[in-house]
């Protein structure tokens, strides 16, 4: 979950009744009306479904956009349907109709088909035993944090905790018309904690399972098993009453035998063009075999041909015959031979068909511990169920659904690329930050819930707020605030959640090195900080579209404990920043928290004015205003590197972000659009001149030496446009300093930053 406290990304509040919900639902609908694949129309179709819910509940003030209660009538703590952009539809996510598993429970248990009637059967004796005997084995799915509310009540009412379980009845009983808060019983044990994984068997075998039949494909297999052998029939006919040196054409009269054969050919075309719809070059009138079959027709009824129609069966049959061969030549026969062969090949949906056979015979519900034994080459077995030709070979594209099954520790995913950028990462850090929160309960059968509900939890979407509020805690949710006397505060569940907080930080920091860490990995990291009693004042990437000018404490907190770290580095002169006075604003004082509105302001005030945009008010302005923040804060590396305790090897981060910053320059080239590249290229040199910073001092220079090799290997283009910043970068370390300008050595070395409200010196042509 993304516990972003300040303004997200997105239209503001204001503009939500306009443009940006309704070119949502104009795109939503385009879709759902015109693309060509069936799923991708349904899936449009539920998005516009969500959307219109938006834009209704805008319309009658049943939403309030920007608050942290959007919907009328559910507190803070029911998980809202969240769309794009952080709007709520006015829907729960633990809500709609009855799903399969509360159908079935209704018939089971004799009562009438709705939440009530179920949630009233919970409460029952035998409801509570189903319960309790779900909360000892842990065989079921919590998949929203609301479904963790009954089972909540279930283990506290054996507990002899009475009073807890009555008041949390009392906070979801209002709503159990219309929320589920019991979960679907599984037969898969609970996940191992120190492994993630991307997708559940089950949701993998769906994709896998989506995987359509291509219409081009299965036309040219068509053509290349059907039509092609009767078009070499209908040319062998014709070859009969042909002279093939001169090619005249009926030069000999045509036998019964040749009108019997002929008689065949034409009745097999028609049950053909029947039974095989998805060619259709057979029935174009200008094709060879359109031409031979129609005169075929004409000569058997007795029609004679005249000069063109002649001319054109003499054109077709010398045509094919130059292409190919004649039929059994050994030239025609190899090349039929390969196409047949080609015709075989299983295709891409033949082959998802196997795959889904072999990841249904695994629980659905977690990851695989194995994938390769479910990516083998067909066996014998599968060919005889499947008709899929034993030996064939698991293409890449169905391979790569799989793996993202894998259930590993999460730097076996970031080596195997199954996790390919820190986003990604954030989302599978619930897996390992639910199971150390939970560590804190010493009941079992607790920990297990809990950890099963902040999984959950961690999927909740974001709303879109305004005016510094924060997401739902966790700790908001009233079956989390039932339990949490049974937590145990100590050195142990701290000591956990403390390694599991530098576990996550030094793989955020080694698996991508040059990229920012997103709002969601920050959530994951802060929530980790508060198990582990770290109290840090945590940044998160802050929206310029919707920025209203302030900061919040903890981005001064964030600056003060850069400064502790960075003071008199080579960050702090490459960036020109004096920590030490900084520190001095708030006389030392660590505890964030306290710090004057009035010394906040003024780092508002130092973002802004040392972005240089005097009074200028706009997008560009605010991300300037943003990215000087993100300069002084580090944007949570000091961090990373601080109080978290994160140790990697600093020089080898230096040479991949500046790997990455070469990778993103080459890509401004002939680019019409290249201002988020060059801001990403920029994000990625700040991260670089951090890890640069941490390096020994023989180890820096030997970086610095690596740069221009490193440029070398790049397109020309690169070194030419980067060759401001590396001069820049030699400036600063051989002990100058960037003037007032962000320049050095008469304006030939530059300061590298992203944002700009002009044209940006990195795309000038050089």
């Not at 900084?582 to 030392?588: C, F």
Request: with cysteine; charged share 25%; net charge neutral.
């Amino acid at each position: 979950m993304d516990h972003n406290e300040e303004q997200r990304q997105g239209p503001t509040p204001e503009s939500a009744g306009g443009s940006y919900v309704g070119g949502q639902l104009a795109r939503a609908l385009r879709t759902a009306t015109t693309h060509e694949d069936a799923d991708t129309r349904r899936r449009a179709e539920l998005r516009l479904g969500r959307w219109r819910r938006v834009l209704d509940g805008l319309r009658d003030g049943s939403l309030h956009i920007g608050s942290r209660t959007p919907v009328a009538g559910f507190p803070a703590w029911v998980t809202p349907e969240v769309v794009r952009g952080g709007f709520a539809t006015g829907a729960a996510s633990a809500g709609g109709p009855l799903l399969p598993h509360e159908v079935e429970l209704a018939r089971r248990a004799g009562v009438p088909a709705d939440r009530r009637a179920l949630f009233e059967y919970h409460l029952s004796d035998a409801g509570l035993a189903e319960l309790t005997t779900m909360l000892d084995g842990g065989h079921y799915e919590v998949t929203v944090p609301e479904e963790a509310a009954l089972l909540a009540v279930a283990w506290l009412a054996r507990s002899g905790e009475r009073a807890a379980a009555l008041e949390l009845l009392e906070a979801i009983a209002p709503f159990s018309d219309r929320l589920r808060f019991a979960p679907r019983s599984t037969s898969a044990p609970a996940p191992d904690p120190s492994t993630a994984c991307r997708r559940t068997v089950g949701e993998a075998r769906a994709d896998v399972a989506r995987r359509q039949p291509k219409h081009a494909v299965e036309a040219m297999r068509e053509a290349l098993a059907v039509w092609n052998p009767f078009t070499d029939e209908l040319l062998t006919l014709w070859l009969d009453v042909t002279d093939v040196d001169t090619g005249h054409v009926l030069t000999r009269e045509p036998t019964p035998d040749w009108r019997l054969r002929g008689r065949e050919l034409l009745n097999r075309y028609e049950k053909l063009a029947a039974e095989h719809r998805l060619c259709g070059k057979h029935r174009d009138p200008k094709q060879n075999q359109s031409i031979l079959r129609t005169a075929l027709a004409d000569t058997l009824a007795g029609r004679p041909l005249d000069a063109r129609r002649l001319g054109l069966v003499r054109h077709g049959i010398v045509s094919m015959v130059g292409r190919r061969g004649l039929p059994g030549s050994s030239e025609h026969t190899r090349l039929r031979e390969w196409q047949a062969a080609d015709a075989k090949r299983p295709t891409h949906h033949d082959l998802a068909r196997v795959v889904v056979r072999r990841l249904a015979d695994l629980p659905q519900d977690a990851g695989a511990t194995d994938t390769g034994a479910l990516l083998g080459p067909v066996t014998t077995a599968e060919q005889a169920a499947t008709g899929v030709p034993a030996d064939a070979e698991i293409p890449e594209t169905i391979r790569r659904l799989v793996e993202r099954a894998l259930s590993a520790p999460i730097g076996t995913l970031i080596e195997r690329g199954i996790v390919p950028s820190a986003e990604v990462l954030a989302e599978l850090v619930p897996q390992l930050v639910a199971s150390t929160t939970a560590q804190a309960y010493p009941d079992a059968s607790l920990r297990a819930l809990m950890s099963a509900h902040h999984r959950a939890f961690g999927r909740r979407r974001s709303l879109l707020l305004v005016n510094l509020h924060h997401q739902v805690r966790a700790e908001e949710l009233p079956w989390v605030a039932a339990v949490s006397g049974q937590r145990e505060r100590g050195i142990e569940a701290r000591g956990q959640a403390r390694t599991v907080l530098t576990h996550v930080g030094e793989l955020a920091l080694t698996g991508f090195p040059a990229t920012i860490l997103p709002n969601p990995m920050i959530a994951r990291l802060s929530a980790l900080a508060d198990g582990a009693e770290v109290r840090m004042p945590w940044v998160e990437e802050l929206a310029a579209d919707i920025f209203m000018g302030r900061f919040s404490r903890k981005f001064l907190g964030a600056a003060v404990l850069a400064g502790g770290l960075l003071e008199g580095s080579l960050y702090e002169r490459y960036f020109g920043i004096d920590y030490a006075a900084m520190a001095a604003w708030v006389n030392g004082d660590p505890d964030w928290r306290a710090y004057s509105d009035a010394s906040v302001a003024r780092f508002g005030e130092m973002c802004r004015s040392r972005g240089d945009i005097g009074t200028e008010r706009s997008v560009a302005a605010n991300g300037v205003v943003i990215e000087q923040s993100q300069i002084l804060t580090t944007h949570n590396l000091a961090a990373l590197a601080g109080p978290v305790g994160a140790k990697p090897n600093w020089a080898d981060l230096a040479r991949r972000s500046f790997t990455a910053v070469c990778r993103l320059t080459a890509r401004t080239q002939g680019n019409p659009r290249p201002l988020s590249t060059v801001k990403d290229a920029a994000y990625a040199w700040r991260q670089m001149v951090f890890h640069l910073s941490l390096c020994g001092e023989a180890e820096r220079a030997e970086v610095e030496s690596w740069l221009a090799d490193e440029t070398a290997r790049h397109p020309h283009h690169v070194g030419r446009r980067l060759a401001p910043a590396l001069r820049g970068l030699r400036a600063v370390t051989a002990g100058a300093h960037f003037n007032a300008r962000g320049t050095v050595d008469n304006d030939t070395g530059r300061r590298l930053v992203g944002w700009t409200t002009s044209r940006h010196w990195l795309l000038e042509p050089r």
